[in-house]
């Protein structure tokens, strides 16, 4: 059985809230692109959206039985891993009686997470030229090209 390795990456505009989200797959020889974008929307929404939409894909296309490898450098996602079972035990409810920011997509991640062998890693942001081909500054340019080409044509 093969890894699937992800690096995921999320972007927003905080005046305009316009963000948008990438993830390259790395499936055996292939490498599958995938972005979007969405209004009204957060940073943290759209680096969970990233990850959510890159499970989405392999949900879709057969490949739930490898170990899935997702490389981030949001600690709010890779996170989640670590606190999920505290967020299952409140229920998803602040220490107010509030919902947690984010609830839908926390709880989705968190089913995708149950269903496959998934790792996080977290990786460092924004890291400058390598030796090696570097995806996650890759999703990280093309997760803030999509937001600025949005926001030019606002």
Known sequence: MNNITIYT??????????????????????EIVLSGQKTETTHNRMELLSVIKAFEYIENHKFTGHKIIIKSDSQYV?????????????????????PIQNID???????????????????????????????????????RQIVRNYVRKK
């Open 9 to 30: 990456d999320g972007s927003c505009h905080t005046q305009h809230k316009i963000g948008a989200w990438a993830a390259i797959l790395l499936i055996g020889d292939e």
């Open 78 to 98: 890779v996170g989640i891993q670590e606190r999920k079972e505290k967020l299952k035990a409140a229920d998803f409810i602040t220490k107010k009686g509030n």
């Open 105 to 143: 997509l926390v709880e989705q991640l968190i089913r995708y997470t149950e269903t496959m062998n998934v790792q996080f890693i977290k990786v460092k942001a924004h890291l400058k030229k390598t030796d090696i081909r570097n995806y996650n500054r890759e999703v990280d340019k093309l997760s």
